[in-house]
């Protein structure tokens, strides 16, 4: 069905984030492809996907952007991929479960890139903090609101 798989940014989505998606791939059936550029071990699962890459700057990104369709949901930490999807009608999410918005995703990456700016200056250090049970649940219930939707379309 078009419109109606989940692309993951495999490479920086934490490990706990992973074994939900895994669990929802399992109890609904939707295609989850993980794009890494290094071999991952996925549960034996039949709409469970890896899509090896090649290392380099923004390849599984890119992966993901030639692939994605509107409806899919895309899971990433990077707002830039975000943007990129979000203008294909995909949605994403963070492995933190927020959202990201076509309203909100310019200044998202005036935040970013500001943020860059501190960090490259010395200003500020540091990446964000660990993930808690608190982001874990926000995701598995964004999560649980796109797949109940995906069952209706």
């Known amino acids: 069905m078009a419109g109606s798989s989940i692309w993951v940014d495999a490479d920086a989505c934490p490990k706990v984030v992973k ?12 295609v989850v492809t993980l794009v890494a550029n290094q071999p991952l071990a996925i549960p034996r699962v039949p709409s469970l996907r890896v899509l090896t890459v090649a290392a380099g700057f923004d390849v599984a990104d890119n992966a993901i952007v030639a692939r994605v369709v509107a409806g899919d949901l895309v899971v990433t930490s990077d707002i830039p991929l975000a943007a990129e999807v979000l ?5 994403a999410v963070s492995p933190r479960g927020e959202r990201f918005s076509p309203d909100t995703i310019r200044g ?3 935040m970013r890139d500001f943020m860059d700016t ?17 982001d ?13 939707h995906r069952a209706t379309r």
């Not at 501190?118 to 608190?134: K, T």
């Open 87 to 91: 203008a294909k009608g995909a949605e």
């Open 19 to 30: 074994d939900i998606l895994f669990r929802a791939a399992e109890r609904s059936g939707v």
């Open 136 to 148: 874990r649940n926000a995701f598995a219930s964004h999560l649980d609101r796109w797949l109940a």
């Open 108 to 110: 998202q990456l005036t």
């Open 118 to 134: 501190m960090r490259a200056s010395g200003v500020v250090g540091g990446g964000p903090p660990p993930l808690s049970q608190a």
